[in-house]
């Protein structure tokens, strides 16, 4: 099957379905940069793709960067003097900020304020913090339980380990007819929250399962990694690779009911900038295209001068743009199974571009070819044919002369992808067109 037969007969509903179950899954478990949750993720992932784990050890250098050491955790409370939990790490892996070093002590109220964060803006909800290049520690709570707190002497517990170990990514590959490659790549180092980061780990995962079974023009390599550090250590490890890289998306963000969003990579206008600006003009909805600035997910890194590579991130609100965004608040209230469908159909359409973009050559340009005796053309309505279908054909007839992909045809035309492909589908056939070579 190819990836315009499987966009044509996929059940987007039940695609929502199977990303929210499979989010359900892996919302709770307690993940970091490092660590045994982020193995954990990897683990459930591979019931969808067969990916590859790899484990890069603590000191490793990558560029300007090293492989942090590894951090687990177990438990971590806050008790009172009367031995009662006030902060439990086992009702939200949030109350612990990420990367906490270990701690046992006792401490009046005032000095462990020093270690508490809130949101006072949100006074119900527990934000989000990491730690990870300064050794600390710190507790994460609602604004409202923060305010209960009484003058006391509290017992604060941090069970974790912070050591020498391994960053571990996974990678999987799937081969298609050349060694070009598309890059899907997402963050997998947030602990429970949904949006960002367990919905891209979701569609990446489901867009990998679908992709595997199919026929395909180019090579896909999909990374689930640690933002940041991640993307650092995977170029760091494969620059002689890099260069296979034709095209590429960084996935988050995708389950939120925000507008789709649209970040161009650095250069602006490559292949995948013109094509997701493509798919999102003629999806019907609400949209917005974002030009590339250095801040915001792996594309940082994708992005830098030193690869430069075209890699832009589909997503729908970006990062810092909702209020739930790094807070308890981005749970399952805010993310929902039809806004994962869509994003995913927004997903495969860009794919089906990138698969599909080719230039063809119009084996008979001198004047319009007679359409009617091949099939193509009908004067009488209801047939097959639309008036769009009729002008696709001619567009696609006309700019086919080596020097215009399908994809500028429906750029200049103003008709979306699917139908100029189509057209030239129709032409391929009664001879009208032939390949150019890729
Ligand atoms: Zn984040």
Request: glycine share 8%.
């Amino acid at each position: 099957m190819e990836i315009h037969e499987l966009k044509m007969s996929i059940d987007l509903n039940m695609a929502g379905q199977e990303m929210n179950k499979l989010i359900h899954k892996l919302y709770p478990i307690c993940r970091s940069i490092t660590g045994n949750g982020f193995r954990q993720t990897l683990r459930i992932v591979r019931e969808y793709i067969p990916l590859t784990m790899h484990e890069i050890p603590t000191g490793t250098r990558v560029f300007d960067w090293t492989v942090p050491k590894e951090w687990n955790i177990n438990d971590a409370y806050v008790k009172d003097s009367k031995g009662e939990r006030k902060i439990n790490f086992r009702e939200s892996n949030l109350h612990v900020m990420g990367y906490s070093v270990p701690v046992q002590s006792r401490m009046s109220l005032s000095e462990l304020k020093k270690h508490l964060h809130t949101l006072p803006d949100h006074p119900d909800w527990i934000p989000y913090r990491t730690s990870y290049y300064k050794e600390d520690w710190g507790f994460c709570l609602s604004h409202n339980k923060f305010r209960n707190l009484k003058e006391d002497t509290y017992e604060v517990f941090i069970d974790s380990t912070l050591e020498d170990g391994y960053l571990t990514y996974g990678e999987y590959f799937v081969k298609g007819q050349t060694t070009q490659e598309i890059l899907l790549s997402c963050h997998a180092c947030h602990p429970s929250l949904c949006n960002d980061n367990v919905a891209g780990i979701a569609l990446t995962s489901l867009l990998g399962k679908y992709l595997s079974a199919l026929s395909l023009r180019y090579s896909y390599r999909i990374l689930f990694i640690p933002g940041t550090i991640g993307s650092i250590t995977w170029l760091s490890l494969n620059e002689a690779i890099v260069s296979n890289i034709k095209h590429g998306l960084v996935v988050t963000c995708v389950g939120d009911p925000g507008m789709a969003t649209y970040k161009r990579s650095r250069i602006g206008n490559a292949e995948i900038d013109i094509a997701a600006e493509h798919v999102l003009k003629h999806s019907g909805n609400s949209y917005k295209v974002v030009g590339f600035s250095p801040y915001g997910y792996d594309e940082r890194q994708y992005c830098s001068p030193g690869f430069n590579l075209p890699v832009g991130c589909l997503q729908r609100t970006p990062h810092g743009e909702y209020p739930e965004y790094h807070t308890s608040a981005d749970n399952f209230d805010f993310v929902k199974p039809e806004y994962l469908a869509d994003s995913f159909s927004k997903y495969l359409s860009v794919l089906n571009i990138l698969e599909n973009n080719k230039s063809y050559l119009n084996t008979n340009p001198k004047c319009e070819p007679q359409l009617g005796k091949r099939g193509l053309y009908t004067t009488t309505g209801g047939k097959s044919h639309t008036v769009a279908d009729q002008m696709a054909l001619l567009w696609t007839l006309n700019l086919s002369d080596g020097r215009h992909t399908l994809l500028d045809i429906a750029k200049k035309s103003e008709i979306c992808f699917d139908k100029i492909h189509e057209a030239s589908r129709s032409l391929l056939k009664t001879g009208l067109l032939e390949e150019q070579g890729l």
